[in-house]
């Protein structure tokens, strides 16, 4: 089975940086579009950041500037780097990739990770 596994939250003051991963682990074939979603607690999951498999990025527009996503296509495994931060950054961070993978078949799966908390106080 492919999973996703992030790391790197926690706590940091305002204006502090923090740097999230992302590893994939399975029998992976390869790994298409992956992104950085985010969600606080009666909002909608919004999307942070996306990276293409040639490295195109895209980023909504509360973070531009002030975060990079990144990938190691080696490793199978993005990053968010996380700078500026600021209390309305707090919230539960999604990586999401789509995985292409083998097992008795081979087929494309949008997976996500468990989600790692980033609180950022003032």
């Known amino acids: 089975q492919v999973q996703l596994v992030e790391s790197g939250g926690g706590l940091v003051q305002a204006g502090g940086s923090l740097r999230l991963s992302c590893a994939a682990s399975?029998?992976?074939?390869?790994?298409?579009?992956m992104g950085w979603y985010r969600q606080s607690p009666g909002k909608q999951r919004e999307l942070v950041a996306s990276?293409?498999?040639?490295?195109?990025?895209n980023y909504a527009d509360s973070v531009k500037g002030r975060f990079t996503i990144s990938r190691d296509n080696a490793k199978n495994t993005e990053y968010l780097q996380m700078n500026s931060l600021k209390p309305e950054d707090t919230a539960v961070y999604y990586c999401?990739?789509?995985?292409?993978?083998?097992?008795?078949?081979?087929?494309?799966?949008?997976?996500w990770g468990q989600g790692t908390q980033v609180t950022v106080s003032s």
């Open positions: 990276i293409t498999n040639g490295g195109s990025t």
């Open positions: 999401n990739a789509d995985v292409v993978s083998h097992g008795s078949v081979v087929g494309l799966r949008n997976l």
């Open positions: 399975g029998r992976i074939l390869r790994i298409d579009a």
